[in-house]
């Protein structure tokens, strides 16, 4: 009876790991740089082209609605290395499945 038991779990664990999404099936970053070198002590900006897998989006760092987790960015602190604040790009506003209201 245990070895049973033991069969449906692991064909459960197996079933439902399919369905897991790792990060990198989903989106893929592109840091663009207008330099080919880094500059100590002057500004270095640079921008990073996030592709999102056509069946997944992601919210606005400003979303519409209070229940939408905002997009953010964050960085390791490198040494000598300073960070400003991230500049999104505009929203696409669009009508999910998920809800009535474009967000």
Same mark, same amino acid.
């Given at each position: 009876m245990n070895r049973r038991y033991l069969i449906i779990?692991? $064909? &459960?664990?197996? =079933?439902?790991?399919?369905? *897991?999404?790792?990060?990198?099936?989903?989106?893929?970053?592109? $840091? &663009?740089?207008? =330099?080919?070198?880094?500059? *100590?002590?002057k500004s270095n900006p640079f921008s990073i082209e996030v592709t999102i897998k056509k069946t997944f989006h992601i919210n606005s760092n400003k979303p519409t609605e209070d229940y939408l987790i905002p997009a953010s960015i964050e960085f390791n602190a490198q040494n000598g290395l300073i960070y400003g604040e991230a500049e999104f790009p505009e929203p696409k506003i669009k009508t999910l499945g998920f809800s009535q209201k474009p967000v």
């Open positions: 779990a692991i $064909i &459960l664990i197996w =079933a439902v790991s399919g369905f *897991a999404q790792n990060a990198d099936d989903v989106i893929s970053l592109k $840091i &663009l740089s207008p =330099a080919d070198t880094l500059e *100590a002590g």
